[in-house]
């Protein structure tokens, strides 16, 4: 069975991105249950079976942005199974890779959430398209607050903030 989404690699940002599409000729990175064969008789079919992975429509989103333009999105929502969004492991040589501290990219922001930052261009801009969120850098007060469609900027280099919700109920 399958347990992720599919990933491709991005060469010129250095990064995993989810794909909605599988193509044919393509690299794709994806997590098994257990060893064995994947076969689609379709791409139909193939692309089918992946929107299941895909966070859903009314979840929050966090987008991340780099100095350099790379940009990678965060998901918080109700009833989010992590192990299903989980990210790839780290790509060697990769300099912008920004996850949950489990290695997901979705979750229940029902608590205080790390966030773990790799990044060789600071600052980094952060935006939510949902709740408004606490942002505080490890063992510190309140570092900014992230409104929704409003971007605040992580000028100081960092490899992980945590995330806390302005309110406990989605």
């Known amino acids: 069975n399958i347990t992720s989404a599919f990933f491709r690699f991005d060469a010129f ?3 995993y991105v989810t794909s ?3 193509r044919i000729g393509s690299g ?3 997590q098994f249950e257990s060893d064995g064969q994947l076969i689609f ?5 193939a692309n089918e079976s992946i929107k299941k992975f895909y966070p859903k429509d009314d979840w929050n989103k966090i987008i991340f942005k780099d100095n350099q333009g790379r940009v990678t999105c965060l998901y918080f929502g109700e009833d989010v199974e992590n192990k299903v969004f989980m990210l790839p492991p780290i790509f060697p040589n990769n300099d912008f890779d920004i996850r949950f501290e489990d290695g997901s990219y979705a979750t229940e922001l029902n608590k205080d959430i790390s966030i773990l930052i790799k990044c060789d261009s600071f ?3 952060v935006s939510t398209t949902g709740k408004s969120l606490y942002i505080y850098s490890e063992g510190s007060e309140i570092l900014k607050t992230v409104t929704q469609n409003k971007s605040i900027t992580i000028d100081e280099k960092t490899s992980k903030i945590i995330l806390k919700a302005l309110v406990n109920k989605f």
Do not use: A, E, F, H
Request: no cysteine; proline share 6%.
């Open 123 to 125: 600052p980094i801009k």
């Open 28 to 30: 794709y990175w994806v």
């Open 13 to 15: 940002n250095k990064v």
């Open 20 to 22: 909605d599409t599988l």
């Open 41 to 45: 008789n379709s791409l139909d079919q």
